[in-house]
């Protein structure tokens, strides 16, 4: 492994903590403002329920009773740019424990993220997203 590859896996890999920080907090406390992670044409599965776009997205939120996400672990990896035609692509998994109405469940998401380059930024949006309980 070279060393520059190396520093843009820790660098890719440090981008998705944080925007697994951002994605969580943005759940618990500002559903409305989530789909703003999402790119327009994203798709989501939530226990085998396929959502679809940001209408539908923005949607199931509002659909969704109060959270509260716990992450206990965390695992990133960037995609190949030869498998993605060289867009920055990682994909992230994360699980831990959801409080929906005070009732725990343990969940598994797994995330395709891709970098959209801004004026002055690189932005992280969601092209896929998949959520499942575990118990």
Not at 2 to 17: I, M, N
Not at 52 to 64: D, H, Q, R, Y
Not at 88 to 112: A, C, I, P
């Amino acid at each position: 492994m070279s060393v520059d590859f190396k520093t843009h896996v820790d660098q890719e890999c440090k981008a998705a903590e944080e925007f697994v920080n951002i994605y969580y907090e943005t759940m618990d406390k500002r559903k409305r403002a989530l789909i703003r992670l999402y790119l327009d044409e994203a798709t989501l599965v939530w226990n085998g329920n396929v959502v679809t776009g940001l209408e539908a997205l923005s949607n199931f939120f509002e659909m969704l009773p109060s959270s509260e996400f716990q992450v206990n672990m965390l695992d990133c990896q960037p995609v190949h740019e030869q498998a993605i035609q060289s867009q920055t692509t990682v994909l992230l998994v994360t699980s831990g424990t959801v409080k929906f109405d005070g009732n725990k469940h343990d969940f598994n998401q797994n995330f395709r993220l891709t970098a959209q380059a801004t004026f002055n930024s690189t932005v992280w949006k969601i092209t896929s997203d998949c959520f499942h309980f575990q118990d």
